[in-house]
Protein backbone atom coordinates (compact mmCIF):
# COMPACT_ATOMS: atom_id res chain seq x y z
CA UNK A 1 0.00 0.00 0.00
CA UNK A 2 1.63 3.53 -1.36
CA UNK A 3 0.45 7.07 -0.04
CA UNK A 4 2.20 9.61 -2.01
CA UNK A 5 1.89 13.13 -0.11
CA UNK A 6 1.54 16.53 -1.57
CA UNK A 7 4.88 18.62 -2.19
CA UNK A 8 4.83 20.97 0.42
CA UNK A 9 6.77 23.80 -1.07
CA UNK A 10 4.37 26.28 -1.94
CA UNK A 11 6.82 28.62 -3.90
CA UNK A 12 6.22 26.12 -6.67
CA UNK A 13 2.79 27.62 -7.21
CA UNK A 14 3.06 29.76 -9.76
CA UNK A 15 -0.98 31.81 -9.50
CA UNK A 16 -1.99 33.76 -6.55
CA UNK A 17 -5.89 33.29 -5.87
CA UNK A 18 -6.32 36.61 -4.89
CA UNK A 19 -4.96 38.17 -7.85
CA UNK A 20 -6.72 39.55 -11.10
CA UNK A 21 -4.20 39.20 -13.28
CA UNK A 22 -5.59 41.03 -16.53
CA UNK A 23 -7.69 44.17 -16.23
CA UNK A 24 -10.74 43.40 -18.61
CA UNK A 25 -11.62 45.97 -21.14
CA UNK A 26 -15.67 45.99 -22.64
CA UNK A 27 -14.64 47.98 -25.82
CA UNK A 28 -12.76 45.43 -28.02
CA UNK A 29 -10.15 47.73 -30.43
CA UNK A 30 -8.89 49.02 -26.79
CA UNK A 31 -8.51 45.39 -25.49
CA UNK A 32 -6.42 44.30 -28.65
CA UNK A 33 -4.34 47.73 -28.42
CA UNK A 34 -3.30 46.79 -25.19
CA UNK A 35 -2.83 43.29 -25.14
CA UNK A 36 -0.39 44.52 -28.20
CA UNK A 37 1.11 46.36 -26.50
CA UNK A 38 2.13 44.50 -23.26
CA UNK A 39 3.56 41.58 -25.72
CA UNK A 40 5.91 44.74 -27.25
CA UNK A 41 6.47 46.00 -24.15
CA UNK A 42 7.44 42.00 -22.60
CA UNK A 43 9.66 41.98 -25.56
CA UNK A 44 11.49 45.26 -25.26
CA UNK A 45 10.81 46.40 -28.57
CA UNK A 46 9.63 49.91 -29.37
CA UNK A 47 6.73 50.49 -31.81
CA UNK A 48 8.94 51.34 -34.75
CA UNK A 49 10.58 48.01 -34.75
CA UNK A 50 7.35 46.15 -34.00
CA UNK A 51 6.09 47.62 -36.93
CA UNK A 52 8.33 46.89 -39.59
CA UNK A 53 8.56 43.46 -37.62
CA UNK A 54 4.98 42.82 -38.65
CA UNK A 55 4.98 44.87 -41.89
CA UNK A 56 2.82 47.56 -40.79
CA UNK A 57 3.37 51.46 -40.93
CA UNK A 58 3.79 53.56 -38.01
CA UNK A 59 0.79 54.92 -37.97
CA UNK A 60 -1.07 52.09 -38.35
CA UNK A 61 0.79 50.46 -35.44
CA UNK A 62 0.09 53.33 -33.18
CA UNK A 63 -3.55 53.64 -33.80
CA UNK A 64 -3.81 50.09 -32.93
CA UNK A 65 -2.32 50.06 -29.94
CA UNK A 66 -4.18 53.47 -28.87
CA UNK A 67 -7.38 51.17 -29.46
CA UNK A 68 -8.09 53.64 -32.35
CA UNK A 69 -8.79 51.17 -35.41
CA UNK A 70 -10.09 47.81 -35.73
CA UNK A 71 -7.45 45.40 -37.04
CA UNK A 72 -8.54 42.79 -39.74
CA UNK A 73 -7.45 38.96 -39.30
CA UNK A 74 -4.66 40.13 -41.61
CA UNK A 75 -3.34 42.56 -39.44
CA UNK A 76 -3.73 40.22 -36.22
CA UNK A 77 -1.76 37.26 -37.99
CA UNK A 78 0.95 39.90 -39.01
CA UNK A 79 1.19 40.76 -35.16
CA UNK A 80 1.54 37.19 -34.04
CA UNK A 81 3.89 36.20 -36.26
CA UNK A 82 5.61 39.40 -35.02
CA UNK A 83 5.64 38.91 -31.58
CA UNK A 84 5.14 34.84 -31.58
CA UNK A 85 1.67 34.47 -29.72
CA UNK A 86 -1.25 33.08 -30.44
CA UNK A 87 -3.67 35.40 -32.46
CA UNK A 88 -6.87 34.22 -29.69
CA UNK A 89 -4.04 36.11 -27.45
CA UNK A 90 -4.90 39.19 -28.37
CA UNK A 91 -8.95 38.99 -27.48
CA UNK A 92 -7.71 37.84 -23.24
CA UNK A 93 -8.23 42.00 -22.15
CA UNK A 94 -11.95 41.32 -23.99
CA UNK A 95 -14.65 41.59 -21.09
CA UNK A 96 -16.41 38.41 -21.65
CA UNK A 97 -19.37 37.06 -19.76
CA UNK A 98 -17.44 34.57 -17.40
CA UNK A 99 -19.88 31.11 -16.96
CA UNK A 100 -21.38 29.37 -13.32
CA UNK A 101 -23.18 26.51 -12.66
CA UNK A 102 -25.29 26.51 -9.71
CA UNK A 103 -26.98 23.52 -8.04
CA UNK A 104 -28.96 23.06 -5.26
CA UNK A 105 -28.34 20.25 -2.71
CA UNK A 106 -29.59 17.15 -3.95
CA UNK A 107 -30.30 18.40 -7.43
CA UNK A 108 -27.58 17.04 -9.27
CA UNK A 109 -28.67 15.11 -12.43
CA UNK A 110 -28.43 11.48 -12.03
CA UNK A 111 -26.32 9.98 -15.17
CA UNK A 112 -24.82 6.77 -16.18
CA UNK A 113 -21.10 7.59 -17.70
CA UNK A 114 -19.56 5.26 -19.80
CA UNK A 115 -17.98 1.85 -17.95
CA UNK A 116 -20.25 2.43 -14.76
CA UNK A 117 -20.85 -0.16 -12.65
CA UNK A 118 -24.25 -1.99 -10.59
CA UNK A 119 -24.45 0.58 -7.14
CA UNK A 120 -22.02 3.26 -8.73
CA UNK A 121 -24.55 6.50 -8.64
CA UNK A 122 -22.79 9.44 -10.30
CA UNK A 123 -24.79 12.67 -9.95
CA UNK A 124 -23.21 15.53 -12.30
CA UNK A 125 -22.66 18.61 -10.38
CA UNK A 126 -23.22 21.42 -13.27
CA UNK A 127 -22.86 20.46 -17.02
CA UNK A 128 -19.33 19.79 -18.39
CA UNK A 129 -18.48 23.37 -18.94
CA UNK A 130 -15.25 24.68 -20.75
CA UNK A 131 -12.74 26.12 -19.11
CA UNK A 132 -10.34 28.61 -21.35
CA UNK A 133 -9.61 27.68 -24.86
CA UNK A 134 -9.90 23.56 -24.93
CA UNK A 135 -10.36 22.23 -21.96
CA UNK A 136 -13.53 20.58 -20.33
CA UNK A 137 -14.52 20.36 -16.69
CA UNK A 138 -16.91 17.28 -15.39
CA UNK A 139 -17.65 17.74 -11.51
CA UNK A 140 -19.47 14.87 -10.31
CA UNK A 141 -21.06 13.31 -6.99
CA UNK A 142 -20.00 9.87 -6.70
CA UNK A 143 -22.19 7.83 -4.21
CA UNK A 144 -20.96 3.77 -3.51
CA UNK A 145 -23.33 1.34 -1.55
CA UNK A 146 -23.50 -2.36 -0.59
CA UNK A 147 -24.55 -3.26 -4.15
CA UNK A 148 -21.26 -1.70 -5.61
CA UNK A 149 -19.20 -3.86 -8.14
CA UNK A 150 -15.78 -3.18 -7.46
CA UNK A 151 -13.85 -2.35 -10.86
CA UNK A 152 -10.14 -0.96 -10.39
CA UNK A 153 -9.69 -0.39 -13.81
CA UNK A 154 -11.59 2.48 -15.68
CA UNK A 155 -9.27 4.57 -17.51
CA UNK A 156 -10.17 7.55 -19.68
CA UNK A 157 -8.18 10.80 -21.05
CA UNK A 158 -7.36 13.70 -18.89
CA UNK A 159 -6.64 13.69 -15.39
CA UNK A 160 -9.40 13.47 -12.53
CA UNK A 161 -8.74 14.76 -9.17
CA UNK A 162 -11.06 12.70 -5.94
CA UNK A 163 -12.19 14.41 -2.63
CA UNK A 164 -13.46 11.81 -0.01
CA UNK A 165 -16.43 13.19 1.63
CA UNK A 166 -17.57 10.14 3.70
CA UNK A 167 -17.02 6.28 4.09
CA UNK A 168 -13.26 4.63 4.09
CA UNK A 169 -12.39 3.02 0.78
CA UNK A 170 -8.84 1.19 -1.19
CA UNK A 171 -8.72 3.63 -4.32
CA UNK A 172 -6.39 1.50 -7.29
CA UNK A 173 -4.01 3.27 -9.52
CA UNK A 174 -1.80 2.64 -11.92
CA UNK A 175 -0.68 -0.31 -9.77
CA UNK A 176 -0.59 1.81 -6.10
CA UNK A 177 -3.33 1.67 -3.46
CA UNK A 178 -4.79 4.35 -1.53
CA UNK A 179 -6.75 4.28 1.59
CA UNK A 180 -8.89 7.07 1.31
CA UNK A 181 -10.89 8.74 4.31
CA UNK A 182 -12.89 11.59 5.15
CA UNK A 183 -10.92 14.55 3.80
CA UNK A 184 -8.22 12.57 1.90
CA UNK A 185 -7.78 13.57 -1.89
CA UNK A 186 -6.30 11.93 -5.14
CA UNK A 187 -5.18 13.80 -8.13
CA UNK A 188 -3.70 11.41 -11.15
CA UNK A 189 -3.42 10.42 -14.46
CA UNK A 190 -6.92 9.10 -15.48
CA UNK A 191 -4.89 7.34 -18.53
CA UNK A 192 -3.94 4.86 -15.89
CA UNK A 193 -6.30 1.95 -14.22
CA UNK A 194 -8.31 3.42 -11.76
CA UNK A 195 -11.31 3.10 -9.74
CA UNK A 196 -12.61 1.53 -6.10
CA UNK A 197 -10.63 -1.71 -5.54
CA UNK A 198 -12.06 -2.10 -1.54
CA UNK A 199 -15.19 -0.67 0.48
CA UNK A 200 -14.30 -0.51 4.18
CA UNK A 201 -16.69 1.97 5.39
CA UNK A 202 -19.98 2.26 3.56
CA UNK A 203 -21.80 4.64 2.43
CA UNK A 204 -18.67 5.93 0.74
CA UNK A 205 -19.10 9.30 -0.90
CA UNK A 206 -17.00 11.47 -2.85
CA UNK A 207 -16.24 14.15 -5.34
CA UNK A 208 -14.85 13.48 -8.59
CA UNK A 209 -13.53 16.05 -10.97
CA UNK A 210 -12.21 15.41 -14.51
CA UNK A 211 -10.62 17.39 -16.88
CA UNK A 212 -9.99 17.24 -20.69
CA UNK A 213 -9.02 18.46 -23.99
CA UNK A 214 -12.32 19.23 -26.21
CA UNK A 215 -11.01 17.21 -29.07
CA UNK A 216 -10.34 13.96 -26.93
CA UNK A 217 -13.54 11.91 -25.92
CA UNK A 218 -13.87 10.20 -22.72
CA UNK A 219 -13.45 6.42 -22.89
Known sequence: MSKTKANPNTNALSQNPH????????????AIGRQVNAYRRKLGLTISELAEASELSLGMMSKIENGMTSPSLTTLQQLSNALGVPISDFFNRFEQDHEAV??????????ERRG???????????????????????????????????????????????????????????????????GDSLFFDAEGTHGPKQLIKLPIKFLSTISYAMNENLN
Open 116 to 182: SRAGHQYQLLGHSTRMGNNVMVEPYLITLNEKTDLFPDFQHTGVEFLYMLEGEMTYHHDGKDYVMRS
Open 19 to 30: EIQIKKEKKLEV
Open 102 to 111: FVSAGEGIEI
